[in-house]
Every structure is written in C-alpha cells, then in structure tokens.
C-alpha cells in the first residue's frame, strides 16, 4: 500500500482509510487541444475531525462569521506519495455531509495547478488576440527621409511595406528601405533626433503598400510577417501577351495598356506564427514549446493564413491621416517668436503675460473646394483645445478659441483627418504681440503653400482576420500536422508531431508487474476506412475539380487492404479552405507562365468567403513579370518580384517535398505527382498503417505500476511484456493500492 497524503495550506488533512485516489491518463486526450491542459483532480471525502474543522473552521456552523472559511475560493494544495510530491494544485470545497446535526464529512475536490486550454481561451476568436507592434524605440539622429535608431535591429524586426508613426506628432510613413540595423528609408520626412516611432504589424492598405507587400524578397524571414499574395476576391487574372488584350485582369505589361493587378483585388496574408505568438501574448500563462513551434521548421514557419474575413472587397478599415505640411521657418524676429517642426506650432514662453502688453494670435485653414467634409482639431502640449467635425469651408482660428488670449505658450499639433484625398491652398498662421523690444507690434505669418492631404487606410489584423474561434485554429492544426500536447513541469506547453512524440519513448519491462489472471484482446482500430480532408473545398478550382474527378481536391483515404472489414468510417478534418490554384499559360501562344494564382470566388463566379485560407507563398523574381495598374502615387509598372500562392512550401521538390495536401495530389506548379511529403504521408503514415496490420492488437491488462513509473511515464513510453512492445492508449491508476487498468496497442 502507498501512503497518500492531501495537505492544504501546509497542514495534512486526515483521510477516511479507505479512500482511493485514481488518475486516468489517455493519448486522445494529448491530441485533443481543448484538453492541453487537462489537470488531474480528485473528489475527496474528507472525515471532520478536529484537524480538518479547524482547516475548514467548522463551515458547517453558518453562525461562525469571523474568520469563517471562504469556500467560494481555492486553497493552496499538495499530494504526496509515499512523502514524494506527486500534484501541486489548489483545493475547494464543495460541500459538508451532517448526521444526527453534527458535522460527519467535507466533500473537496483536489484540482491540479493547471486548467484546459477551453477554460483559458473559452469561446474567443482570432479577431479577439493581441497582435503586438513589430518595433519600437526612440531616434538618435536626423537625417532626410531616414528612421535612425543607433539601438535598434531593423533587419530582424521590420520589413517593406511597414507602417511606421512618430509617436511623439502622430505622423506616419511607410518603410521603403531598409538600409541597415539602424536606418530606414521612409516615404515621408517625418523624424528628428529624439522622437519615439512605433512600426506596426497592420499596415497601410492602399497602392503604394500593396506593391511593397507583394515584392518582398523572401518568406523565409520571419519578420515578412505580412504580405500580399496573388489571390483575387472577385478580379478573374489570366495572362495574353497579345498586343490587342487589354481587358482587366490581364496581367501582360505592355506600355500604353492600364491592365493587370489594381490593389484593391488584393488582401493581406498573416504568417500563421503570428497568430501563435498573439496566442501566447494574449494568454500569458500558455507557453508553447518551440519543438514545432519553430522558424526551422519551414512546413509551420512558411504557413500563412489569408486575411479574407467577407467575401469580395476589404471594408472596415480605418483610417489615419498623413498630414503633410513641413514649413520651412524664416524671416525677421527668428525663432525667439515661433517654430515650425513639421505638424507642430511652437510657441516660445516669450510670449507669456510676464512680458507683455499685447499679442493675438490667428489661424486659417483653407481647403481649395468647399464641398468635401474634413475633420480639424487643434491640440496644445497633447491637450485638444479646439476641434470641429465634417465642416467644408475655410476655418479661422483665434487665440479665444483655444483658450483665451492669457498664457499661448506651447507645441500645438493640427490634425486634419478627411475619408477621401483633399486639397488644400493654404494654411496661415499670423502672430502678433508687442512689447519692449517692439514697442509698436510685431507681425509674424508663416504660410504652408497648397498641399493635398492625403487619407491612409489601415488594414487592422484583427479587423480582417477570418471569425474562427482560437480553439479551433489551433485544433486544425493539430489535425493537420497528427500534433499531440501535454504540460511540462516548468509549465510550457509541449507541442510536437506524434512521431517526434514518440521519438522521446522510455521503455518499461512490466512483465512482472501484470496480473495475469484478467486480460482481453480487441481490434486495434474499429474502422475500415479513415478519411483525411479539410472542411472548406467549394471554392472555384476545387469544387471543379471535384466534380470532374469524382474526388476531393487535397484528401486521402486509408483503407484497409481487406475490403470486407467491418467497421465505420472515420474522417480527420481540418476546419479550413483547401484552395487550389492555377498556374496561367499565355493565351497567346499556350506556353506556361510562372505566374500561380487564387481565385476566391464559388462555381458560379461569385465572391466565396468559405472557411479560412491556408497556403504557403512563393516568390517569383526573374520568372516572368506582371503588370501592376497605376494607382494614386505608384504608377502604372512591370513587377519582377511578386509573391504566389501554393500548396507546397516550395515550388521544387528537388527543394523540399512537404505539402499541405493530405493526399498526393498533382501540383498546380509543375504539373506532376511528385510532391509525395503529404500531411498524412509525414504525420500519420506510420501511426495509422501500424494500426490497419492484421496483427495489431487492442490489449487490456491490469497491473501493479511501481511507483517509479507512476511517478516518471508519459504516453510517449513504451511498455514491454514478455518480449512484445506496446504503446500506451490509456491508464487508470489507483494511487493508494497502484492497481491499474492499462490499455495498450501492439507495435509491429
């Protein structure tokens, strides 16, 4: 017999003798990712001695108010045994059992000092995660159009195409170049020494953003976490080098023809390890392992997900203004009157009431056409003083109206925010005030010239990404890569393939240890056939291809080599859209092209919205150019690097075979089979054809673990008797006799 011991808060709790304590363990469980997490727990009946009403302070006494114990909370817990710790965890109690009006027993569970998955991310979506910002600092020097941040490490972190704010004037930019660890090139002259910057992972959506997200060299760094990918919502691409095709969607640059890809055609893609650290960002106690996990690991790393929350065109967005006037200051009273710096008005304390007289103070902002609406505000020292919403006329502003004539000393910031492009002819500041210095008054006017304003669409991660609840997401991934879980003692989760599971084994001989005298032998797996598939294949090209082959695009099945077992059908299905793409010929001519696309519209051409997207990207450069229409400041250009979706990692298998079909399916690159490195050819292969082998086995024993082996296996290990290996499927310990119920499976 072991010794079983309970202690809450320190103190060890008396038990009835005859109590047991069992734990069951199972594989299903370490496959299932709702039950990540899963605890052992225990109920307790607890006898009420003296020991235990004072731990409890006699509960059953509703008269005892002061001091009384709080069973609506969990207390601090440990079991031991044999005086080794087993379970740290927490204890709650649940109820008292009374007989002849006296306290008889305490009903408590012990739970472990983990929780599921499900209790912790509950019913949440993608759109409810934390994305966190790419960068962050302050910049160490001035230079023209340059970020420089002596500090930073731009190279790893940040990528073309980025969304940058100066947070210290709310302007923006997009990073063109990345020059080194510490300097960018930025679109617009926004910085000086000392003013903090943020780089944002949801990036502008328009033209010029679009272009720089479908050039970026490489997937295989991981700070291109967002890119754009050649998959239209409704836009039909195809590609005719003939001089007279000019219709939209054409993709053939030819100078003089505005055909090709307009950015509005396009959605983002997010790297699915995005969305696997805003889990952990978000959920601070889920800790994965980087077994998986990995940037090496390329099948996971180079995953993303299609940003396609609608079917058809982005909406939603929000908006940020790109406020463009930079005033050169000049002229006569220099800069002991007023400064310039870029959005901000400085008002030096010269002008205060301690030396003064007399001072005004006035501002005219002057649109060119009176009939678009544009939102101002004025803020002084980051305190907004004066704002007027949707107005269309020249607005003129007075020290009264920001408050008063008293004290203007300070940095005022103008934010002019408009949902469209608007023009401006001007923008004056005058500045009076007299004093010693000038006895008649001092004028001052400082004009910005015409200027368009120009609106940034921010296309917001959590805005945009598919509505699938985050157990979910994670589930098809499980699914799709055979991935199991378990918590380790540090707490991180450990996650990994089955086999790299299995990998980790430590055999145990427990020969000696089973109770020969009860024992059954079942069928290893009750099914005939098991089929493997994605819940999500009704978009364009798959649904035909569906039809055409009287199979599912991407799925495979697992049969039995005896047609005539008994047994049901079993399918795994990842909660995803499995695409397929098309590579285009020239139909001027029929010869291939490099180009692969997506098309996410259903069998009648319309915009599909499905089940999100997965596919990994490829980049295209020097392999055929395409053409990109002319669009607000990027003009109408030939692309030679752009980013194409497809269901290998890589275009070439010589490369790598790893694909996210389940089945061996021709690929839409090269047009062959010999991408064989399937999901169910990597990740379940080996599992499941030991399981189908006419020998393998379900067996049932009971047995007198040791406690060493109680204390130290996981369901990695493998158990031995008389010579033959066995995995474990489940375990039933009772902790007080070490009687249990093991289910195991034959290794073959």
């Known amino acids: 017999m072991q010794v079983v011991e309970l202690y809450i808060n320190n103190t060890r709790v008396d038990l009835f003798k005859d109590e047991s304590v069992t734990i069951t363990d199972t594989i299903v469980n370490a496959k299932d990712v709702a039950k990540v997490f899963t605890a052992f727990s225990q109920q307790f009946s607890l006898p009420a001695s003296s020991t235990n009403n004072q731990i409890f302070k006699h509960y059953y006494n509703w008269n005892i108010s002061l001091g009384s114990f709080d069973a609506r909370v969990r207390v601090s817990a440990i079991l031991k045994l044999n005086g080794v710790d087993f379970k740290i965890g927490k204890v709650k109690l649940n109820s008292v059992s009374m007989k002849d009006n006296k306290a008889y027993s305490y009903k408590v569970v012990f739970y472990g000092e983990t929780v599921t998955l499900n209790d912790i991310i509950s019913e949440d979506k993608l759109n409810d995660l934390t994305f966190a910002d790419k960068a962050f600092g302050t910049t160490t020097s001035t230079t023209a159009d340059k970020l420089v941040d002596s500090s930073a490490t731009f190279t790893s972190t940040v990528s073309i195409g980025d969304r940058i704010t100066n947070t210290s004037d709310s302007t923006i930019a997009i990073i063109t170049a990345i020059d080194s660890n510490t300097e960018l090139t930025i679109s617009n002259d926004i910085f000086v020494s000392g003013e903090n910057y943020t780089v944002h992972l949801s990036p502008f959506y328009d033209a010029e953003s679009i272009y720089y997200k479908m050039q970026l060299n490489s997937v295989n760094t991981e700070q291109n976490s967002v890119l754009a990918p050649l998959v239209t919502h409704t836009q039909r691409y195809f590609f005719n080098s003939h001089s007279s095709a000019t ?85 006569a009273g220099g800069d002991e009157w007023a400064g310039i710096n870029n959005t901000s008005l400085i008002i030096n304390t010269a002008f205060d009431d301690t030396d003064a007289f007399d001072q ?84 001052q006017q400082i004009t910005t010239g015409a200027f368009t304003l120009y609106t940034k669409l921010i296309f917001e991660i959590s805005a945009q990404i598919p509505e699938i609840s985050t157990l979910d997401f994670l589930t098809g991934l499980f699914k799709m890569f055979n991935l199991v879980a378990y918590v380790k003692e540090d707490g991180t989760i450990y996650v990994d393939t089955l086999d790299d599971f299995y990998a980790t084994s430590t055999t145990y001989d427990i020969t000696k240890y089973i109770d020969v005298n009860t024992s059954s032998v079942n069928v290893a797996l009750p099914y005939k056939e098991i089929v493997f598939t994605y819940k999500g294949v009704k978009s364009f090209l798959a649904d035909k291809y569906t039809k055409l082959f009287n199979a599912t695009w991407g799925a495979e099945k697992f049969n039995s080599l005896n047609n005539n077992l008994d047994g049901g059908i079993y399918k795994v299905e990842a909660p995803f859209e499995h695409m397929m793409f098309e590579r285009l010929i020239n139909e001027n001519g029929g010869a291939q092209t490099n180009i692969v696309w997506g098309y996410s519209v259903n069998n009648n051409q319309e915009p599909y919205i499905g089940e999100p997207v997965l596919f990994y990207p490829n980049i295209r450069s020097g392999q055929g150019n395409i053409s990109y229409r002319a669009s607000g400041s990027i003009a109408h250009t030939s692309m030679s690097v752009y980013s194409v979706p497809m269901n290998s990692v890589f275009s070439s298998s010589a490369t790598s075979t790893a694909n996210s079909n389940f089945g061996n399916m021709r690929n839409e690159y090269t047009g062959d089979t010999s991408f064989t490195g399937t999901l169910y050819q990597n990740y379940y292969n080996t599992y499941i054809a030991n399981l189908f082998k006419t020998n393998s086995r379900l067996v049932q024993y009971n047995a007198y673990l040791p406690l060493h082996i109680i204390l130290n296996y996981t369901l990695a290990d493998i158990f031995v008797i008389n010579g033959q290996q066995f995995r474990i499927n489940s375990l039933n310990i009772n902790l007080t006799n070490n009687k249990s119920q093991i289910e195991l499976i034959t290794i073959w």
């Open 247 to 331: 219709d939209n969607g054409n993709l053939h640059f030819k100078n003089g023809h505005d055909t090709g890809v307009l950015y509005s055609d396009l959605k983002y893609a997010i790297r699915v390890n995005e969305i696997i650290k805003a889990i952990t960002t978000t959920y601070p106690s889920i800790v994965f392992s980087n077994d998986f996990f990995n940037f090496s690991n390329k099948v996971y790393s180079n995953l993303f997900m299609w940003l396609h929350r609608k079917s058809g065109a982005v909406d939603t967005l929000s908006q940020q203004t790109s406020y463009p006037i930079d005033i050169d200051y000049g002229g």
């Open 360 to 443: 005004t103070f006035s501002w005219t902002i002057d649109p060119v056409n009176n009939t678009t609406p544009y939102d101002l505000s004025v803020a002084r020292d980051g305190i907004v003083v004066f704002a007027l919403s949707q107005t269309l006329n020249t607005t003129s502003i007075t020290a009264n109206d920001l408050g008063g004539i008293g004290n203007l000393s300070g940095t005022y910031v103008t934010t002019i925010t408009s949902t469209v492009e608007i023009e401006f002819s001007n923008v004056i500041i005058n500045l009076f005030a007299k004093n010693t210095e000038y006895p008649t008054g001092y004028t």
